[in-house]
């Protein structure tokens, strides 16, 4: 792939946007490498973790504004964008945004469909989409769900950035750390869901996703199939078994 990397050690993917000279912006080749990704993703059980992150000094910022006034990314590239991410939010793999630097635009749209986001202390998040007279996309439908409607609006309408301690205070990203130590603790986030048990882990990212759009009566017997699913699992036998083992206070 062109515009990006992928790379898989074990249960771990790490996907690295690489197009640096250009912030990571994303072009027409972006989109197809970022839809090639996630199929390949799909057809690699054994990964449980995929780490997203950019080349350089940002994350992603978003569509490449040149190709955009060019005429060289149009409607059917921001729909193609938009289903490689309902791909990554729906795909039973845990996805860890590591927000390195400016995070706009579709780059933070990318960082919403992540079940978790670590940001360094330099990052800058924002969606500008409206300044461009653009919509930013399903952040429309996400953003206020994660963060609430007040200030989803907010940063949709008026299109302004804010810092990584902000987007960490209104609950946009789940913790800052300082710049040199972004990469420990991005290692760290990965080994803490790594230790958790991949069939409890999935069902729960796949239902806390269904929250939403179900009512309670509705919500539990898809709930209860997955608990089935768990207690039934050789996962859940090995973590019994630690608590049998584990020694007495």
């Given at each position: 792939?062109?515009?990006?990397?992928?790379?898989?050690?074990?249960?771990?993917?790490r996907l690295?946007?690489?197009?640096?000279?250009v912030?990571?912006?994303?072009?027409r080749?972006?989109?197809?490498?970022?839809?090639e990704?996630?199929?390949r993703?799909?057809?690699l059980p054994?990964?449980?973790?995929?780490?997203v992150?950019?080349?350089?000094?940002?994350?992603?910022?978003?569509?490449?504004?040149k190709?955009?006034?060019?005429?060289?990314?149009?409607?059917?590239?921001?729909?193609?964008?938009?289903?490689?991410?309902?791909?990554?939010?729906?795909?039973?793999?845990?996805?860890?945004a590591?927000?390195?630097?400016?995070?706009?635009?579709?780059?933070?749209q990318?960082?919403?469909?992540?079940?978790?986001?670590?940001?360094?202390e330099?990052?800058?998040?924002?969606?500008?989409?409206?300044?461009?007279?653009?919509?930013?996309s399903?952040?429309?439908?996400?953003?206020?769900?994660?963060?609430?409607?007040a200030?989803?609006?907010?940063?949709?309408?008026?299109?302004?950035?804010?810092?990584?301690?902000?987007?960490e205070?209104v609950?946009?990203?789940?913790?800052?750390?300082?710049?040199?130590?972004?990469p420990?603790?991005?290692?760290?986030t990965v080994?803490r869901?790594?230790a958790?048990p991949?069939?409890?882990?999935?069902?729960?990212?796949?239902?806390?996703?269904?929250?939403f759009?179900?009512?309670?009566?509705a919500?539990r017997?898809?709930?209860?199939?997955?608990?089935?699913?768990?207690?039934?699992?050789?996962d859940?036998?090995?973590?019994?078994?630690?608590?049998?083992?584990?020694?007495?206070?």
């Open positions: 792939m062109d515009t990006m990397r992928l790379e898989i050690a074990g249960a771990v993917a690295t946007l690489d197009r640096p000279h912030l990571n912006a994303g072009n080749r972006w989109v197809a490498d970022l839809n990704t996630v199929g993703l799909r057809a054994d990964v449980r973790v995929v780490v992150t950019g080349a350089g000094r940002a994350f992603c910022t978003g569509v490449d504004l190709a955009l006034a060019d005429g060289d990314f149009g409607l059917a590239d921001f729909v193609a964008w938009e289903d490689a991410m309902v791909a990554m939010e729906r795909m039973d793999r845990l996805f860890i590591g927000i390195n630097g400016h995070c706009l635009g579709g780059g933070l990318l960082a919403l469909v992540c079940d978790y986001r670590l940001a360094s330099d990052a800058l998040l924002g969606l500008p989409a409206v300044k461009e007279c653009l919509i930013p399903c952040a429309l439908h996400r953003l206020p769900r994660l963060i609430g409607a200030r989803a609006t907010e940063l949709i309408l008026l299109g302004e950035p804010i810092g990584a301690r902000e987007a205070r609950g946009l990203v789940n913790r800052v750390v300082p710049d040199a130590e972004f420990a603790a991005l290692d760290a080994e869901f790594l958790l991949a069939t409890s882990a999935r069902a729960s990212k796949l239902l806390t996703a269904r929250a759009d179900m009512d309670l009566d919500f017997p898809e709930m209860q199939a997955h608990f089935e699913i768990c207690l039934a699992s050789e859940h036998r090995r973590a019994m078994a630690a608590l049998r083992n584990r020694p007495r206070a």
